[in-house]
């Protein structure tokens, strides 16, 4: 055999090995778009499927006991109730728009009425939650049994920062939420949480 035909014959096997080659290659981009695709198809599909949407809410226990709740959307607050429930809290979780409120009457405050400042921030109420950043933190340890952990969380208008936090802590049966126009929203927005 020749040098040119040795060298001829050693091109084809190149040509056909490169041709091989890129056919694999093809097939596996083929197969990759592919598994790509139905993956993406099914991350759309599933929540339509199954009718589940990203959580309006994540609720942390941290290791002193309490419980933070991060407010993402301000929807699902019965499933919110259902949860903390899990975590050994009876609530009524509200949600308010911008600017309004509950009326005040939802039921009998543990330890009655409270005349002054000083006396709110000595009680269960002003004890049992506090506004953190997005959301709230619940302490478990300021409701008995029987009682009910009462929040009321306005939205901040425009969702910027300004939401507000009211907390309440209701021996006996809670009365539904009526919610009317907070006369002093413009006093208290921006100092939630």
Same mark, same amino acid.
């Given at each position: ?5 040795? %060298?001829?014959?050693?091109?084809? $096997?190149?040509? $056909? ?14 197969? *990759?778009? @592919?598994?790509? *695709? ?10 339509? %499927? &199954?009718? @589940?949407?990203?959580?309006? !809410? $994540? ?6 006991? +309490? ?9 699902? $607050? ?5 949860? %903390? ?8 979780? +509200? !949600? ?10 939802? /039921? ?5 009425? !409270?005349? &002054?400042?000083?006396?709110?921030? #000595?009680?269960?109420?002003? #004890?049992?939650?506090?506004?953190? +950043? ?11 049994? /029987? ?5 009321? !969380? ?7 920062? /300004? @939401? ?27 100092? /939630?949480?």
């Amino acid at each position: 055999m020749r040098f040119e035909e040795q %060298l001829l014959m050693d091109l084809k $096997a190149e040509m $056909a090995a490169q041709n091989e080659r890129r056919r694999k290659i093809g097939r596996r981009l083929i197969a *990759g778009a @592919s598994v790509a *695709g139905l993956a993406a198809a099914a991350a759309v599909a599933l929540p339509l %499927l &199954t009718g @589940s949407e990203p959580a309006a !809410y $994540a609720v942390s226990k941290n290791t002193d006991g +309490t419980i933070k709740v991060q407010v993402k959307e301000f929807r699902d $607050a019965d499933r919110l109730q259902r949860d %903390l429930k899990k975590l050994g809290v009876t609530a009524d979780v +509200t !949600y308010l728009k911008p600017a309004y409120m509950c009326e005040s009457d939802r /039921g009998r405050l543990v330890g009655g009425k !409270y005349d &002054t400042p000083e006396e709110w921030r #000595k009680s269960v109420h002003y #004890k049992v939650a506090r506004p953190a +950043t997005k959301g709230f933190v619940i302490d478990p340890g300021q409701a008995k049994a /029987g009682q009910t952990v009462v929040l009321e !969380y306005a939205e901040p208008e425009g969702g910027g920062p /300004g @939401s507000q936090l009211r907390a309440l802590v209701v021996e006996g049966p809670v009365k539904p939420c009526v919610q009317v126009k907070n006369p002093f929203w413009n006093d208290l927005k921006g100092s /939630g949480g």
